[in-house]
């Protein structure tokens, strides 16, 4: 799908810091798209979920995380509590009300966290590839006493973003907000799509997810051969089916 993107609006916070975002008007639910970590609204998922979102005349918001994109700041600086924040700021703002939490990797574990602070909000969440706590599985024992140590870690990347930088403060972030352990209290539909070719977010992330949500509304969608990015036309194409038939 073409798509001509609009220019941004910005949400100013309180400490200065500009967030960017894009509004679609539309019919609702909104979709609120939450990108990984190191990316921004202007990835390939969010702007095809974004054409179709126009094409078929539905609401979608998406905004970068401070840091990110085209909104201010600095990476290093941000948090997962500072971006989930971030999303709950843009969202109060804009007002789109009811809301599908679209989470993308990390967006995915931040979804989690803006439908526990936003219940009444949130009609059902989609996870592509979610990957709730990877502070805690996705480093080694070395790279954690590293992270401590040093402030910072810089592991190599395959998404363009090398290197990848992990802070302590980032670190200490998600270990704070570990969801995994126990029953998750959200009880909205939710769907998850897992690439079982993933090599950085194992695929057993998403059903052990699934398990832990409080919801009886939980579907589980795996599929062998797609990777960690789910970019494919055919992970699109599914994609936009599990949206369209969400039962909201």
């Given at each position: 799908m073409?798509?001509v993107?609009?220019?941004?609006?910005?949400l100013t916070?309180?400490?200065?810091v500009?967030?960017?975002?894009?509004?679609?008007?539309?019919d609702?639910?909104?979709?609120?798209?939450?990108?990984?970590?190191?990316?921004?609204m202007?990835?390939?998922?969010?702007q095809?979920?974004?054409?179709w979102?126009?094409a078929?005349?539905?609401?979608?918001?998406?905004?970068?995380y401070?840091?990110c994109?085209?909104?201010?700041?600095a990476?290093?600086d941000?948090t997962l509590?500072?971006?989930r924040d971030d999303?709950?700021?843009?969202i109060?703002?804009?007002?789109?009300?009811?809301?599908i939490?679209?989470?993308?990797?990390?967006?995915?574990?931040?979804?989690?966290?803006v439908?526990?602070a936003?219940?009444?909000?949130?009609?059902?969440?989609?996870?592509?590839?979610?990957?709730?706590?990877?502070?805690?599985?996705g480093f080694?024992?070395?790279?954690?006493?590293?992270?401590?140590a040093?402030?910072?870690?810089?592991?190599?990347?395959?998404?363009?973003?090398?290197?990848?930088v992990?802070?302590?403060g980032?670190?200490?972030?998600?270990?704070?907000?570990?969801?995994?352990a126990n029953?998750?209290?959200?009880?909205?539909?939710?769907?998850?799509?897992h690439?079982?070719?993933?090599?950085?977010?194992?695929?057993?992330?998403?059903?052990?997810?699934?398990?832990?949500?409080?919801?009886?509304?939980v579907?589980?969608?795996?599929l062998?051969?797609?990777?960690h990015?789910?970019?494919?036309?055919?992970?699109?194409?599914?994609?936009i089916?599990?949206?369209a038939?969400?039962?909201?």
């Amino acid at each position: 799908m073409t798509f001509v993107e609009p220019p941004p609006e910005y949400l100013t916070r309180a400490d200065g810091v500009r967030l960017a975002y894009r509004y679609l008007a539309g019919d609702g639910p909104t979709i609120v798209f939450l990108p990984g970590y190191m990316s921004d609204m202007q990835g390939g998922k969010a702007q095809a979920v974004a054409a179709w979102a126009k094409a078929n005349g539905r609401a979608m918001l998406r905004l970068d995380y401070s840091g990110c994109g085209e909104s201010d700041g600095a990476f290093e600086d941000g948090t997962l509590d500072i971006w989930r924040d971030d999303v709950l700021a843009v969202i109060s703002h804009v007002e789109p009300i009811p809301i599908i939490l679209v989470g993308s990797s990390m967006g995915g574990w931040l979804m989690l966290l803006v439908a526990e602070a936003s219940p009444k909000q949130v009609a059902a969440l989609v996870g592509i590839a979610a990957a709730p706590d990877f502070t805690d599985w996705g480093f080694t024992a070395d790279e954690k006493t590293k992270i401590i140590a040093d402030g910072k870690i810089q592991r190599p990347s395959d998404y363009g973003y090398d290197p990848m930088v992990t802070t302590r403060g980032f670190w200490q972030s998600g270990q704070a907000n570990l969801k995994l352990a126990n029953e998750i209290a959200i009880s909205c539909p939710v769907r998850l799509l897992h690439g079982q070719r993933d090599v950085d977010v194992p695929w057993e992330t998403s059903v052990r997810l699934a398990e832990k949500l409080r919801s009886s509304d939980v579907q589980t969608n795996l599929l062998k051969d797609g990777d960690h990015r789910l970019s494919r036309d055919q992970d699109i194409i599914l994609l936009i089916d599990i949206m369209a038939k969400l039962p909201v």
